[in-house]
Every structure is written in C-alpha cells, then in structure tokens.
C-alpha cells in the first residue's frame, strides 16, 4: 500500500518542507504578517491527509530537516548591503530622553549629521547629548504641538543643511499619559494623546517633507503595538497610536513615486521616560481619583484603580531597560538600501502579532490581558451584584430544603 503513495508521498513531503521553512524564516525574521493565511490552511490540510498514508517517523524527521534547510540558508545569506552614514542629515524628535536620546548618541557614533528636538534646552537631557557626542549635532527646542517652533525648527535646519536635503525623518516624539478604563479616562486625556502623537507627528513631518523629496530621504516613526491591538487600560494612547499607523500607511502609498520609503517601528515593552519613576504614577493614581465623579468612584470602587495603578506600575518596573533593540532597528531602517515598511523591535513582538492576526478575537484578547494587565479585582458594582445573586441563589436552596423537609414530614404523617 505504501509503494502505491511512495512517489507522491515525496511530492508532498517536499511541499510541506518549503512550508515549514518558509514559516520558521518569517518566525525568525519577526515579520509573520507576510505569511498568507491561505498558505497556512493548505500547509495543514495537506499534512492531515497526508498522516493516513505517511508513517509518523518520516513525519518527525521533517521539522529538524526544515530547521537545518533555513540553518544552512541563513548562513549562506549574504549579509544586506547597508548604505554610509557619513554626510546624512537625520532629525529626530522627542531627545530629551528614552529612544530619542540614546538613537541621537548612536547616530552620531555613526557619523550622521543629528538635529535633535528636546523639548527643553538646557534640561539634563539636552546637556547631556551636548556633552557626549560630536560637533555635528544641532538641538533644537521644539514642542510638535506648536506650529511656529516646527516652522522655526524648519528654518534652522534649512540654514544648516542649504541645497543637501534631509535624508532621515525620525519622528520619536510621543506620550502616554492615561492609564485605566476608558470610562475613567477624562476627555482631555484622549485629546492630549492625540494632539502629541498624532497631530504633533503629522505637523512636522508635513513640514519636513519638502527636505525629505528633495534627497529622496525617508521617514521613520516609532509607534506601539498598542495602535493595533486592543491593550487593557491603554484605549486614548492606543486610539492615539491607531490614527498614527493608519497615517503612516497612507504616507507610504502617496510617497512611494517620490522614491520616499515610510517605515514604522513597534517596539516591545521598554523603560523609557518616567515609566520607572515610583512617584509619577503615584502622582497619576491621584489625578484620576480626583477627576472622577462621586457615582463613578462607587461603580467601580478606589481599590479597583488602585489595583490598575499597581499592575502598571509592576509592568514598568519589570521593563527591559535595555533600548538597543529599538536603537538598532532605527539604524537598520536609516541605512537600509531598501527599508521594510515595518520592523518589529524586542522579544515577543512578532508573536504577538502573529496571534493577533491568525487567532479568534477571544483567543487574542485573552492572551493580551494576561501579558499586559492581568486584572484581579472586578469593579465594586459588579462585586455587590455577585454578592446579591449569591446571596439570594443561598435562599432558595434553604427554602427549596425546608420545602423538602415539609414534604418528607407530611409524607411521615400519612404513613
């Protein structure tokens, strides 16, 4: 019987081989959004029909032969040709600290001309970059969200640079400043997130995009997996981030005969800006229970916010405070011949997207839930609620007992 499949066995062996490999190079290269879903369901149909015939040893020998096929490939790969820093002019928004401050360090190391925004020129920051790197750089004081410091960064940096153009655009800038349910959240919250995040980044690189066409440059923005995934407790920076990626979407299409490649970085969980500060998200925790209204409060109960000030609190905590990954990625994307339209930078990104988008909603809401916020305690109102119902569930088994008992002793009687 075996003879009669032997030939197409192999076909099929072989094509399930290429799948596999295939997978694991995307698994690898953390962009598993390119794996076509249709791919995946013939992969696995042909392995189910396929195990009727097959022996399971064969089968067995076919993942560690697919992990020595990309083995051999990836070391035969010639590594990407990558362009010279030396004589590109980047600016890079939102130096003060966090990404911006180390990216501004490690550009110039590599020989960029830098034009770092901070939103405060002589703040530790700021001297701080003054101090450790090279004559190239250039801060400038810039708050995105107002038009005439972008305009005058403008002109500063036009001055500089005269006829050469800017080659990279790395818009870092960004905030969070809202943690707990979207119901708790204050409006001016939402509005915040949005002016910074997105209007700030679509304000200067509006701005800067003449330089940009002009040395046919690129543009690089750092946003959050948080634009595209439904993170507890994050809905005004996530709602923030969406409307960022949506817009750097569509950048990419409209540039793309300007030879101007749009790229996106979605960083892992990173400590970054005063996320590891104990007394800010104290001084947080504090805001939001003085923003909220007296029949809010009882709903959902102090000790419900308490708790989602904790558990952001511990995640920061626990941060990589390691932000090379993020560092590298910027770099790779600056001085690639051609940039992927994103990079995911940091462990666990790229599986997380992976469930994300070829797992049901359930399955990947669960899963962010026990990754990001991992909540306790339900709101007060729902606590009183499942006291009720437990309470009066208890009564009517007593009285369906006492029924019983009524019905046993009456049955007594009569015999």
């Not at 399930?16 to 076509?36: D, E, N, R, Y």
């Not at 249709?38 to 993942?63: D, Y």
């Not at 080659?167 to 939402?190: K, R």
Request: proline share 6%; charged share 15%.
């Amino acid at each position: 019987m075996i003879d009669d499949y032997f030939l197409p066995s192999w076909i099929y062996l072989a094509v399930f081989t290429v799948f596999v490999g295939g997978a694991m190079k995307k698994i690898l290269a953390c962009q598993l959004s390119a794996v076509p879903p249709l791919m995946a369901l013939v992969g696995a149909t042909v392995l189910a029909e396929r195990l009727w015939v097959l022996c399971l040893p064969a089968l067995l020998l076919l993942v560690p032969l697919a992990y020595f096929l990309y083995f051999l490939y990836s070391c035969m790969r010639a590594p990407p040709a990558t362009l010279p820093a030396h004589g590109k002019a980047v600016l890079i928004t939102g130096c003060d600290s966090g990404f911006g401050n180390a990216t501004v360090k490690h550009l110039d190391a590599l020989g960029f001309e830098v034009f770092a925004t901070v939103l405060d020129r002589s703040g530790d920051g700021a001297r701080d970059l003054q101090r450790t790197c090279s004559p190239r750089l250039t801060i400038l004081q810039v708050d995105i969200t107002q038009p005439q410091q972008v305009q005058q960064a403008l002109i500063q940096t036009k001055d500089k640079l005269g006829l050469k153009g800017l080659w990279g655009l790395v818009n870092n800038a960004g905030v969070c400043v809202n943690f707990g349910d979207a119901e708790l959240s204050l409006m001016s919250t939402f509005r915040g997130c949005m002016e910074v995040n997105f209007f700030g980044t679509l304000s200067i690189t509006q701005t800067f995009l003449p330089l940009l066409r002009h040395a046919r440059g690129r543009i690089i923005t750092i946003s959050s997996p948080a634009g595209d995934q439904p993170f507890p407790c994050l809905a005004a920076y996530g709602a923030s981030k969406a409307a960022l990626n949506l817009l750097m979407n569509t950048l990419r299409n409209e540039l793309q005969p300007w030879g101007v490649p749009v790229t996106t970085v979605l960083p892992a969980s990173f400590r970054t800006g005063q996320s590891g500060n104990r007394a800010y998200w104290e001084t947080q925790h504090t805001c939001l229970l003085q923003s909220l209204s007296p029949a809010l409060l009882d709903e959902y109960g102090e000790d419900y916010v308490s708790e989602t000030k904790d558990l952001f609190q511990s995640h920061a905590s626990h941060a990589n405070p390691d932000l090379s990954p993020v560092v590298d990625t910027i770099a790779r994307a600056l001085l690639a011949q051609q940039p992927a339209p994103r990079y995911f930078a940091g462990p666990g990104v790229g599986l997380m997207y992976f469930i994300h988008s070829y797992c049901p909603l359930s399955v990947s809401g669960r899963f962010l839930q026990r990754l990001f916020v991992k909540k306790k305690l339900p709101p007060r109102a729902l606590r009183k609620q499942a006291d009720c119902e437990l309470s009066r569930s208890l009564h009517n088994n007593n009285n369906n007992n006492n029924n019983n008992d009524e019905d046993s002793s009456g049955e007594d009687k009569l015999k």
